[in-house]
């Protein structure tokens, strides 16, 4: 395997999502596994819809996920600047070069001509494309719109009757008939350049030989080919990865499932739990070994890359949080837990707190459900705890509350002397204490939580309960 410099090249018009975030996870494995690079570049061209806010938030994501980059925004490299919005210049001598070559052509085809057009064509069972209208406009032509104030945009001509091809690394050769195809964008109304223009004119200089993106932009790379050959820049390697979608198989977005790196780190996942699912996302990993980025990358394959979509799947996200939260100390658990366990009661040290509940949670919001049970919430404030708790009677818990005080720090015979004082066994003896004591009806086992808790709380909680 060559050393690849990958890169990950975000639009910064909103935060990055899951499906971003898997494709800057996969370029850095590749970048890692090849002992390459990875390069990030933010791609702004797009003034009206671009905010610098989604550009910092692009960088915080990214490190905090782990996702180290070599060149880009924040530390520079040898292609400086990494905004597009800042290479207008270089984008102008390439503009320059086409146009004495006569390879691009100024269009003024509006907007509401070109819905038309595609109407049309649709209508007839055609795909709808450009039909090059003013590919071969006279000077007259040209002069006459401009007089008229007109702003025209700049296709790039692709050459007539001929096959594209290239080998895409996961799908296999790939063949594109130009004839397929229309004349592209490379210049706006506004003087910025397009995506199809500027990617591939800055994965070329950057020096990028793998461009990895999903497969929405496979009928882009023939175009983008066909560019960099008429400028006789080098063109890159090739990986589509098939779509990431949600549960309706759809393109993953907000609206069908996915979540924001923001989203992820409030809600309390570990960064290593988001690599370890993404990382298996339409890519076979054969075990469910846990393991860091420098780990995945040794068991990433190119030639495990699934061809078919993949579809969000929430359960194995929380299954690699959980097996992430118990291969963490105590110590390493309170300090994640530390801005959530606000609430604790000063008598109750915070790591012996998270000792008792590390086993029972996956999330912050866990922890923070049994510490309000155990120390803030009224014991009636659940409504199913309540019932349970008076459907027990008043007789049961004050039986209960006299055998724990007589025979305090054995739970074990305190239960058993429970059950025969009052008549109930398994669910019927359990529940009705284990929701006394905890107002919830899963959790630690109860001698653990009654040495937490001291005998003073729980006679306090059975009092509460005989009183409900």
């Known amino acids: 395997?060559?050393?690849?410099?990958?890169?990950?090249?975000?639009?910064?018009?909103?935060?990055?999502?899951?499906?971003?975030?898997?494709?800057?996870?996969?370029?850095?494995?590749?970048?890692?596994?090849?002992?390459?690079?990875?390069?990030?570049?933010?791609?702004?061209?797009?003034?009206?819809?671009?905010?610098?806010?989604?550009?910092?938030?692009?960088?915080?994501?990214?490190?905090?996920?782990?996702?180290?980059?070599?060149?880009?925004?924040?530390?520079?490299?040898?292609?400086?600047?990494y905004y597009q919005s800042e290479r207008n210049s270089?984008?102008?001598a390439f503009y320059e070069k086409l146009l004495e070559q006569g390879l691009i052509y100024p269009c003024f085809t509006s907007d509401e001509e070109l819905k038309i057009i595609r109407r049309n064509q649709m209508a007839a069972g055609k795909p709808p494309r450009y039909t090059g209208v003013w590919a071969n406009a006279?000077?007259?032509?040209?002069?006459?719109?401009?007089?008229?104030?007109?702003?025209?945009?700049?296709?790039?001509?692709?050459?007539?009757?001929?096959?594209?091809?290239?080998?895409?690394?996961?799908?296999?050769?790939?063949?594109?008939?130009?004839?397929?195809?229309?004349?592209?964008?490379?210049?706006?109304?506004?003087?910025?350049?397009?995506?199809?223009?500027?990617?591939?004119?800055?994965?070329?200089?950057?020096?990028?030989?793998?461009?990895?993106?999903?497969?929405d932009h496979l009928s882009n790379t023939p175009r983008q080919i066909a560019l960099l050959e008429a400028l006789n820049l080098e063109i890159p390697e090739f990986i589509h990865v098939a779509l990431f979608t949600g549960d309706d198989g759809a393109p993953l977005s907000k609206r069908n499932g996915s979540l924001?790196?923001?989203?992820?780190?409030?809600?309390?996942?570990?960064?290593?739990?988001?690599?370890?699912?993404?990382?298996?996302?339409?890519?076979?990993?054969?075990?469910?070994?846990?393991?860091?980025?420098?780990?995945?990358?040794?068991v990433f394959n190119v030639d495990n890359i699934s061809t078919s979509p993949s579809r969000i799947d929430h359960d194995q996200l929380a299954f690699w949080q959980k097996n992430v939260v118990e291969s963490k100390s105590t110590e390493e658990l309170s300090s994640w837990l530390e801005s959530h366990l606000k609430n604790l009661p000063?008598?109750?040290?915070?790591?012996?707190?998270?000792?008792?509940?590390?086993?029972?949670?996956?999330f912050p919001v866990?922890?923070?459900?049994?510490?309000?049970?155990?120390?803030?919430?009224?014991?009636?404030?659940?409504?199913?705890?309540?019932?349970?708790?008076?459907?027990?009677g008043s007789d049961f818990f004050k039986i209960s509350e006299k055998i724990v005080k007589d025979n305090w720090g054995d739970w074990s015979k305190i239960m058993k002397l429970i059950g025969e004082e009052t008549g109930t066994k398994g669910k019927g003896l359990f529940m009705p204490i284990r929701a006394s004591i905890t107002g919830q009806f899963s959790g630690p086992e109860l001698d653990q939580v009654t040495e937490v808790l001291g005998q003073e709380r729980v006679l306090k909680r059975l009092k509460e309960a005989a009183a409900l």
């Not at 049994?370 to 019932?387: A, M, Q, R, T």
């Open 1 to 81: 395997m060559p050393a690849y410099k990958s890169r990950f090249c975000p639009s910064p018009t909103g935060l990055l999502h899951l499906g971003n975030l898997r494709t800057a996870l996969l370029n850095v494995l590749l970048a890692i596994k090849s002992r390459g690079t990875f390069i990030l570049r933010i791609e702004d061209t797009d003034a009206e819809r671009s905010k610098t806010e989604f550009s910092e938030a692009v960088c915080d994501d990214l490190e905090w996920m782990g996702l180290d980059w070599q060149e880009g925004p924040r530390i520079g490299g040898s292609q400086d600047p």
């Open 90 to 92: 270089i984008y102008e």
């Open 366 to 392: 866990e922890a923070v459900e049994y510490l309000d049970g155990l120390f803030i919430n009224p014991l009636g404030s659940i409504k199913e705890v309540k019932d349970l708790i008076k459907q027990s």
């Open 138 to 215: 006279s000077k007259e032509d040209v002069k006459k719109e401009l007089e008229k104030g007109a702003q025209p945009v700049y296709r790039f001509r692709l050459p007539k009757d001929k096959t594209i091809t290239f080998k895409d690394l996961v799908k296999g050769e790939q063949s594109f008939h130009t004839g397929d195809l229309d004349d592209f964008i490379v210049r706006k109304k506004d003087l910025s350049p397009t995506f199809m223009f500027a990617n591939a004119i800055d994965d070329s200089l950057m020096g990028v030989n793998v461009v990895l993106r999903g497969e």
């Open 260 to 298: 924001s790196v923001k989203e992820l780190r409030e809600i309390g996942y570990f960064p290593q739990a988001v690599i370890n699912y993404l990382s298996r996302v339409g890519h076979t990993i054969p075990d469910n070994e846990l393991r860091d980025l420098e780990g995945l990358s040794s």
């Open 346 to 362: 000063k008598d109750i040290e915070k790591d012996i707190f998270v000792e008792l509940i590390k086993d029972n949670i996956v």
